[in-house]
């Protein structure tokens, strides 16, 4: 019913800026929120912000003020905004699309998009 593409990845210094895509498609309306996740290799998924249907964002205490999250809903698509990268902001970001459908909780996942922070 929902799905969602991540975009904007790739390789970038140390200090520089990369902005993230999410688009979401199908039955769009039923998104509660929209995640961005990131996970380095050998290290567990991690949330990195959240927008609300509502507009609410948070963050990861360790992005905080450096990555804003934002949408535009007449796109049906969220954005990452990442300044001032840092090689340990280097993993593959995956985009969550969460809400509610027939009853049930669902989410759905992007194929994820490689972002390197070179020193």
């Known amino acids: 019913q929902v799905q969602v593409v991540e975009s904007g990845g790739g390789l970038v210094q140390a200090g520089g800026s990369l902005r993230l895509s999410c688009a979401a498609s199908g039955s769009t309306s039923s998104i509660n929120g929209i995640g961005w996740y990131r996970q380095a290799p050998g290290k567990q998924r991690e949330l990195i912000a959240h927008?609300?249907?509502?507009?609410?964002?948070s963050y990861a205490d360790y992005v905080q003020g450096r990555f804003a999250i934002s949408r535009d809903n007449a796109k049906n698509t969220v954005y990452l905004q990442m300044n001032n990268l840092k090689p340990e902001d280097t993993a593959v970001y995956y985009c969550?699309?969460?809400?509610?459908?027939?009853?049930?909780?669902?989410?759905?996942w992007g194929q994820g998009t490689q972002v390197t922070v070179t020193s």
């Open positions: 927008i609300s249907s509502g507009g609410t964002t």
């Open positions: 969550n699309a969460w809400g509610m459908r027939y009853g049930s909780r669902y989410n759905t």
